[in-house]
């Protein structure tokens, strides 16, 4: 029988193999920490998420905030004395997590993203008022009705439109995700 | 006339519009061709990667594809969609394993792709295609008494592209210079907007907006300008929510840097789509129409 991988060697597979060295090579230096600037509101630091994963302390870091706090800036990555892209470190501890199906309650990071790539694989771009419905349940009544007011001077401002738009080659598009990820049916 | 193969991304289709806008007219000034890439879709932004990293290599390889095709330097107005080309691009380069799974996925879209475009950032061919000596001579009402943090946000600079600085970069300063304006030293410049935690993490974006927000009014700013529809979003859509969650009184206006080279060269403000944000702007053009 195979040895299971040790966590962090997990994660380092996660992460794109060619750039940036592995976690293991982490100083414990709080680099990153010290440079994050959502780190307040983050359950455990950078520099505290890697040394978790280093003691393979599996279901404490599926249980933190502190990835879906990640707000993609890579400052800790270009700072790593020890070059390790931390920020995309945050991004496999978030694919991880969304593989297992394991993460902190009352999050809105995993359906966000969720939300987001299929709405993207039925249209092919973006389109903001869709995606409100994914996380405005979430919110408290208060921001709800503040995000209504919003998004109504959005409209009336023109900037925001109100129908999606779709590409034009979206069945070849379509085709094109399904040899990535298969996801329903094939047409 | 310089040509290039534009990716102006989802924002600008919405809430980035003016930024559209503007870029169109300060090119079309400048002698600079922004021709769309046909029948692009959306980069993933984000919220692909925590999904399938493969996946939004993927799909950011089809929009890379069709540029190949022109022949042209791809060029995005948007930081997060710069980053993500440029990035893939660079992977498709390097890593031929990658490039042939991806291959395999754009075969079914008649698409071929080799990493041979130059990804750009669209503030990166005004200031070293056409150069601060050209732009200089388009400036017909210089923006004079006019204080501007130039606001560089994350993407633009971090991951390091190549060799640029990317603690203390200068070049946004450079362009409002030329443009007859006052570029305010503050050390905010590159600190994250929160990016889309605005829409996951809301209380820390505001707060990270409100810093950068504070950091520009104490260096008495009059206005912020950015490279970015996600950073011009959350400084300026959001500053009515930072006013009523922390009980400020933030009324700086936002601009894309395009509308104020725009206002530089004497472009009527409705057409750099000025006028349509949720912050007045009237303050800021007092001073940069020299009319206060």
């Given at each position: 029988m195979v040895d299971e991988l040790a966590f962090n060697y997990e994660i380092t597979n996660l992460m794109y193999a060619s750039h940036g060295q592995p976690i293991t090579n982490c100083l414990q230096c709080g680099t990153c920490s010290g440079t994050c600037p959502a780190v307040e509101f983050m359950d455990?630091?950078?520099?505290?998420?890697?040394?978790?994963?280093?003691?393979?302390?599996?279901?404490?870091v599926l249980a933190s905030n502190t990835y879906w706090t990640c707000a993609s800036c890579f400052h800790c990555t270009v700072r790593c004395p020890a070059d390790i892209d931390v920020a995309d470190m945050?991004?496999?501890?978030?694919?991880?997590?969304?593989?297992?199906?394991?993460?902190?309650?009352?999050?809105?990071?995993?359906?966000?993203?969720?939300?987001?790539v299929k709405m993207i694989v039925n249209s092919g771009r973006s389109f903001e008022p869709l995606l409100a419905a994914t996380y405005l349940p979430r919110y408290s009544a208060r921001d709800i009705v503040q995000e209504g007011l919003m998004a109504t001077g959005l409209v009336l401002s023109g900037k925001m439109p109100l129908l999606p738009k779709k590409i034009k080659g979206l069945k070849k598009f379509q085709q094109m995700v399904r040899r990535i990820i298969p996801i329903g049916e094939q047409s | 006339m310089k040509q290039y193969a534009y990716y102006p991304g989802c924002s600008l289709e919405s809430l980035g519009k003016s930024y559209h806008l503007s870029a169109m007219e300060v090119s079309k000034a400048l002698g600079v061709e922004l021709k769309e890439i046909e029948d692009w879709n959306c980069c993933g932004a984000t919220a692909y990667f925590p999904v399938d990293e493969f996946l939004a290599y993927t799909l950011t390889a089809r929009n890379l594809a069709k540029a190949e095709k022109t022949g042209l330097d791809f060029v995005a107005p948007?930081?997060?969609?710069?980053?993500?080309?440029?990035?893939?691009?660079?992977?498709?380069?390097?890593d031929a394993d990658l490039a042939d799974h991806i291959n395999y996925a754009l075969e079914v879209d008649d698409l071929h792709v080799s990493g041979t475009s130059r990804v750009r950032h669209l503030i990166d061919i005004f200031i070293n295609d056409v150069g601060l000596e050209e732009i200089k001579t388009k400036v017909t009402n210089p923006l004079k008494d006019l204080r501007v943090a130039p606001y560089y946000g994350c993407q633009i600079l971090r991951p390091r592209k190549e060799h640029e600085d990317v603690e203390n970069p200068q070049y946004f300063e450079n362009l409002l210079s030329t443009l007859g304006a006052e570029p305010v030293n503050y050390s905010s410049k590159a600190r994250c907007c929160g990016g889309s935690l605005i829409i996951t993490n809301r209380k820390a974006a505001l707060d990270m907006v409100r810093i950068l927000l504070q950091d520009a009014v104490n260096h008495d700013a009059?206005?912020?300008?950015?490279?970015?529809?996600?950073?011009?979003?959350?400084?300026?859509?959001?500053?009515?929510q930072v006013n009523r969650e922390f009980g400020t009184q933030y009324a700086i206006p936002v601009m894309y840097f395009t509308q104020l080279m725009g206002?530089?060269?004497?472009?009527?403000?409705?057409?750099?789509?000025?006028?349509?944000?949720?912050?007045?702007?009237?303050?800021?053009?007092?001073?940069?129409?020299?009319?206060?």
């Open positions: 455990h630091t950078p520099r505290q998420i890697i040394g978790m994963i280093r003691a393979d302390l599996k279901e404490e945050m991004y496999a501890l978030k694919r991880y997590s969304m593989w297992k199906g394991q993460f902190q309650a009352g999050l809105i990071g995993p359906d966000f993203s969720e939300a987001f | 948007c930081s997060a969609c710069y980053k993500n080309a440029f990035f893939t691009n660079k992977y498709i380069q390097h009059d206005v912020i300008a950015t490279t970015c529809p996600m950073c011009n979003v959350n400084l300026e859509v959001y500053q009515a206002l530089s060269f004497g472009i009527v403000p409705g057409h750099l789509g000025i006028g349509k944000q949720q912050v007045s702007s009237e303050s800021m053009l007092a001073i940069a129409q020299n009319t206060k």
